[in-house]
């Protein structure tokens, strides 16, 4: 028999620290900011969202990563790069643009995105709102990232780490419907468990 997982009210949001099967609330959840690449709802006892708790050990999912990700029109999710581990992706409100092996495609809510091993990737917000995109990756102890080198088409994206990385923002939880970031951030249109709309702030 599984045992339900224990969840810690944290600095950013609830996270698990057993391990078990859980039911969490993404309005409850740890929540992470970063100036650069958005917000991001982990739902794992990461060391960022431990910060403040070094009596508290990292708990992981083992097999699979799960992130929900804000990011604003023009801003990046992150670096183009390339995973050695499949990842998938699916749009859940606003639009953006995904690079993709140097090609673009224009996305909106409730696309698909399926990335084979070493496929190169980044999303880039669009429109004139938050995208929000859940996010799901394997995980193995052999994974490795790759960051290759940008064509022409995909100039406008990161393609290394910056010299000095902005700083990651901790973010706390807060009732449906109600900022959730310390600092007003952007808003997007997320849903809840009945798929009415929702508004939280990364």
Excluded at 29 to 48: D, I, K, M, S, Y
Excluded at 69 to 84: D, N, R
């Amino acid at each position: 028999m599984v045992e339900e997982a224990r969840l810690e009210e944290l600095d950013s949001g609830a996270a698990p620290l057993t391990e078990g099967w859980f039911v969490i609330n993404v309005s409850d959840a740890a929540w992470l900011t970063n100036g650069a690449f958005g917000g991001r709802c982990v739902f794992e006892a990461t060391r960022p969202v431990l910060r403040r708790r070094p009596d508290l050990d990292v708990h992981t999912f083992p097999e699979l990563g799960a992130t929900l990700a804000v990011i604003g029109p023009g801003q990046p999710s992150g670096l183009y790069h390339a995973e050695t581990n499949q990842e998938d992706f699916l749009v859940l409100s606003g639009e953006c643009v995904l690079v993709v092996e140097d090609e673009e495609r224009p996305l909106r809510a409730w696309h698909f995105v399926h990335c084979p091993p070493g496929t190169a990737h980044v999303f880039v917000g669009a429109g004139d709102g938050p995208c929000v995109i859940f996010m799901i990756g394997r995980r193995s102890s052999d994974k490795e990232i790759v960051y290759p080198a940008r064509s022409a088409r995909s100039a406008a994206v990161p393609a290394s780490r910056p010299k000095r990385a902005p700083p990651r923002r901790r973010t706390h939880h807060s009732p449906i419907g109600s900022p959730i970031g310390r600092n007003a951030g952007p808003t997007c249109r997320g849903f809840n468990e009945q798929g009415v709309g929702l508004t939280v702030r990364a």
